[in-house]
């Protein structure tokens, strides 16, 4: 979630809520649900769910104050992968937009954990997660192991993947970011897309005083994207993480 993948609400106190409420998702009837590990992609097992021990949440919570206040710096991130205050940590994959597209290459910015990027290449999509925190790369390198090498410590902003997205995933990543880049965010996105290609995944609805994690009006997401992205699907999102519940939109733009 980091720089973009991770989200940790300080003034709603994201520690007890598991914050980075993670990547953790169950499966959405309407739109969004979870896909697993992708041995037999036809019919996958479920990846587990990610839920921090108890013992670990009371930690986090009496940990010293973070000393980084600034989500754009990369060290605000690391502290919360260091203390395990990642709420926004999920091990779900929505299979509405790979159920209806062909394997194509994905780019996840922002990746955290990078649960999605070692089911998708399990599955035979070509795939990179970066995410600009070292301590999030860290946490994503343990938990893929043998494919720890789909992940990078990059700027998305500066970034260049080894081949053209046709897909980038949006989770959490947005939403991490200081509200002055959402701008930027737009500008590199349909840099990196072509003609065809896709932003799509889970969007924070809903402006927010603090953050992050940063909540966007969607009139406001509408005016960002809409000069580069036609919106090809909307649909609401059920099983959204506590830090999300009741804010969060499946969107799939297309880029024009």
């Known amino acids: 979630m980091s720089q973009g993948d991770g989200v940790t609400n300080e003034a709603n106190q994201p520690e007890a809520a598991g914050q980075a409420a993670g990547d953790a998702q169950p499966a959405s009837p309407a739109g969004p649900a979870h896909i697993a590990n992708p041995a037999n992609p036809a019919n996958p097992p479920a990846l587990p769910s990610f839920s921090p021990p108890a013992a670990a949440s009371s930690s986090a919570s009496s940990a010293a104050p973070f000393s980084s206040r600034d989500p754009g710096d990369a060290s605000f991130w690391d502290e919360r992968f260091e203390q395990g205050v990642t709420p926004w940590d999920s ?123 940063f909540g966007i009006e969607r009139a406001e997401l509408d005016a960002l994207l809409c000069p580069h992205f036609a919106l090809v699907e909307d649909e609401p999102v059920a099983d959204s993480l506590p830090v999300f519940a009741g804010r969060e939109r499946w969107l799939a733009w297309r880029r024009s």
């Open 91 to 213: 091990a779900r994959v929505p299979d509405a937009f790979a159920a209806r597209h062909a394997r194509v290459p994905v780019l996840i910015p922002g990746c955290g954990s990078a649960y999605e990027a070692r089911w998708l290449a399990r599955a035979g999509w070509p795939v990179r997660a970066i995410d600009f925190s070292a301590q999030a790369v860290a946490a994503a390198r343990r938990e893929l192991g043998e494919d720890a090498g789909l992940v990078e410590q990059a700027d998305f902003f500066t970034y260049a993947p080894p081949f053209v997205p046709q897909w980038i995933y949006e989770r959490a990543f947005l939403c991490a970011i200081p509200r002055s880049r959402r701008a930027d965010y737009a500008r590199r996105m349909a840099e990196l897309l072509p003609p065809g290609g896709f932003l799509a995944g889970f969007f924070f609805i809903g402006a927010t005083p603090k953050g992050p994690p």
